[in-house]
């Protein structure tokens, strides 16, 4: 066994392939559901109808827990196949949903399969790679998976303004399901062999045990202030995305924006997250995870306020695209600083519960954005996530420390 994409070349874009279709099965409800909520099944409170994204968030983050904890003693695989298993339903529940019950049912089911396989894809590149190329490959990782998402949602926003709301846009997404299993099932290879192997090269590499589950928890949420500072910065980040998922789609059409035009925002911010993401991940690759990570913050805050402040569909595109661009250079960093500071034996259950509290930020926000929303308006919630990400990217400028293991061992040389 080698590290290095080229090396693994064929497995790793096939894991490219797989996050594709994991981000388009996301992508087909990311516009749709929230429109339904209304016109399908005639919802007004604003709580009510984020309940779909933060039952989808609660999920996954808690899967996501044990994602990472059970594939560094089963393997990437059989995980990602589970994940798979569980979202083949997810389609035709959301395609014939009686009540919307049955459509946060679902999203259970979604969050559960976006827990699972999103994160053994993720983890899968990364282990195949080595410590070289890291903020490429979950750059690439990440990229792919929102262009995925992207062009999923723009399309089933074009088949449902076409065809109705229902059943038609769910089709597509139901494919994706079946083929992500298949391939997985007669294609994939276990990736954890490649982690050991990293782990027995690195000359700090401790036990080739995997980490308890309460010790990752405590290393990941209070022990290491940089890993602490990242679970925060992704949990923020999510009330961004969450806003874009859930509020943006309800604000626009309240301002009489027709639903392709609301598709082309939420494609353009997903968008531009993901192809944004090939090259933002290879940066940090050069420059360090720190810089990429904060200017990703203020970009975002950026985008955000920028929907708030203007009141027009090109405006509003512009905006989208900036928040994206910001997300493209925290999401990959994010992760990638995750996997510099976490042992590579140990890595899958660091990244599981860093994903808990990133992840847990759809749940947070679903709850609270509903609730400000309800009482106040569309518009407030916007700016109140505008100013909280500007209030995180100041606290991370003061805490986040740099972590890519080239410009930390540089740095441990100036001082000495």
């Known amino acids: 066994?080698?590290?290095?994409?080229?090396?693994?070349?064929?497995?790793?874009?096939?894991?490219?392939?797989?996050?594709?279709?994991?981000?388009?099965?996301?992508?087909?409800?990311?516009?749709i559901v929230p429109v339904m909520?209304?016109?399908?099944f005639h919802l007004t409170n604003g709580m009510l109808i984020l309940s779909f994204i933060a039952t989808f968030g609660l999920s996954k983050a808690i899967v996501n827990l044990f994602a990472g904890h059970?594939?560094?003693?089963v393997g990437?695989?059989?995980?990602?196949?589970?994940?798979?298993?569980?979202?083949?339903?997810?389609?035709?529940?959301?395609?014939?949903?009686?009540?919307w019950n049955w459509v946060i049912g679902a999203n259970i089911l979604l969050g559960i399969?976006?827990?699972?396989?999103?994160?053994?894809?993720?983890?899968?590149?990364?282990?195949?790679?080595?410590?070289?190329?890291?903020?490429?490959?979950?750059?690439?990782?990440?990229?792919?998976?929102?262009?995925?998402?992207?062009?999923?949602?723009?399309?089933?926003?074009?088949?449902?303004a076409k065809f109705g709301l229902r059943p038609i846009p769910f089709v597509l997404a139901e494919v994706v399901a079946l083929l992500g299993l298949l391939s997985t099932i007669t294609l994939?290879?276990?990736?954890?062999?490649?982690?050991?192997?990293?782990?027995?090269?690195?000359?700090?590499?401790?036990?080739?045990?995997?980490?308890?589950?309460?010790?990752?928890?405590?290393?990941?949420?209070?022990?290491?202030?940089?890993?602490?500072?990242?679970?925060?910065?992704?949990?923020?980040n999510k009330w961004s995305d969450t806003l874009m998922w859930g509020i943006m789609p309800l604000y626009l059409a309240s301002e009489h924006v027709s639903l392709p035009q609301i598709g082309l925002v939420a494609?353009?911010?997903?968008?531009?997250?993901?192809?944004?993401?090939?090259g933002t991940g290879l940066l940090s690759d050069h420059i360090g995870r720190r810089k990429p990570i904060l200017m990703g913050l203020a970009l975002n805050a950026i985008g955000v306020l920028g929907l708030y402040l203007f009141h027009h569909v090109g405006l509003w595109v512009?905006?989208?695209?900036?928040?994206?661009?910001?997300?493209?250079?925290?999401?990959?960093?994010?992760?990638?600083?995750v996997s510099d500071i976490a042992p590579p034996a140990h890595r899958g259950g660091i990244t599981g519960v860093f994903r808990l509290w990133r992840d847990g930020g759809y749940a947070v926000a679903a709850l609270l954005l509903g609730a400000i929303s309800t009482a106040s308006s569309l518009h407030m919630t916007i700016l109140v996530v505008g100013i909280l990400l500007l209030m995180t990217t100041i606290l991370s400028w003061w805490r986040l420390p740099e972590t890519l293991p080239r410009l930390v061992v540089h740095q441990h040389q100036k001082i000495g």
Do not use: C
Not at 70 to 73: E, G, K, L, V
Not at 135 to 153: H, K, N, R, T, W
Not at 206 to 231: H, Q
Not at 321 to 329: F, I, P, R, V, Y
């Open 1 to 31: 066994m080698k590290l290095g994409i080229k090396a693994n070349r064929t497995q790793f874009f096939l894991l490219v392939l797989l996050v594709v279709f994991v981000g388009a099965l996301l992508g087909s409800e990311r516009t």
């Open 37 to 40: 909520a209304e016109d399908t």
């Open 70 to 73: 059970w594939s560094d003693r």
């Open 76 to 99: 990437r695989k059989k995980v990602l196949m589970w994940g798979w298993i569980i979202g083949l339903p997810v389609p035709v529940l959301l395609a014939f949903a009686p009540n």
């Open 113 to 160: 399969n976006q827990g699972l396989a999103w994160t053994m894809t993720s983890v899968g590149k990364i282990d195949l790679v080595g410590p070289q190329g890291r903020g490429l490959a979950v750059g690439i990782d990440e990229g792919a998976g929102y262009l995925g998402l992207a062009a999923s949602g723009w399309v089933t926003a074009l088949l449902a």
């Open 188 to 236: 994939l290879r276990e990736t954890r062999e490649f982690a050991l192997l990293e782990h027995t090269q690195s000359s700090h590499a401790k036990s080739l045990s995997p980490l308890d589950l309460k010790d990752a928890f405590a290393e990941t949420t209070w022990k290491n202030p940089g890993l602490s500072t990242l679970s925060l910065d992704g949990q923020i």
């Open 267 to 278: 494609g353009v911010y997903a968008g531009t997250w993901g192809l944004a993401q090939f």
């Open 318 to 337: 512009l905006s989208a695209g900036l928040g994206g661009l910001g997300t493209a250079l925290l999401y990959p960093n994010l992760s990638s600083a």
